[in-house]
């Protein structure tokens, strides 16, 4: 199953960002290689998009771990804005 964090930001994202959702998408993934993280301009705000693969479970049993684990490495961030946490089979 593919996982997508969609994560909106009050301004550009930097490197360290960049690199702390790598980290906890390593986390999940049982394909480190799928990982993908793309960054851009959705209208007065800016998106990361982070999307990987991980082993098929219940949805209910893992998105309140990705979404606590992907808040808890932007908490230090003042440009954190909202996050979303999708499916896709």
């Given at each position: 199953?593919?996982?997508?964090?969609?994560?909106?930001?009050?301004?550009?994202?930097?490197?360290?960002?960049?690199?702390?959702?790598?980290r906890?998408a390593?986390?999940?993934?049982?394909?480190?290689?799928?990982?993908?993280?793309?960054?851009?301009?959705?209208?007065?705000?800016?998106?990361?998009?982070?999307?990987?693969?991980m082993?098929?479970?219940?949805?209910?049993?893992?998105?309140?771990?990705?979404?606590?684990?992907?808040?808890?490495?932007?908490?230090?961030?003042?440009?954190?804005?909202?996050?979303?946490?999708?499916?896709?089979?």
């Amino acid at each position: 199953m593919i996982v997508i964090v969609k994560i909106d930001l009050s301004s550009k994202p930097d490197k360290k960002m960049i690199a702390d959702m790598r980290r906890v998408a390593n986390e999940f993934s049982n394909d480190k290689k799928s990982i993908e993280i793309r960054k851009f301009k959705h209208e007065e705000i800016y998106r990361l998009e982070t999307r990987f693969y991980m082993k098929t479970v219940a949805q209910y049993k893992v998105v309140d771990q990705i979404f606590y684990k992907f808040e808890l490495a932007l908490e230090n961030y003042d440009v954190f804005l909202d996050i979303s946490v999708s499916f896709q089979k």
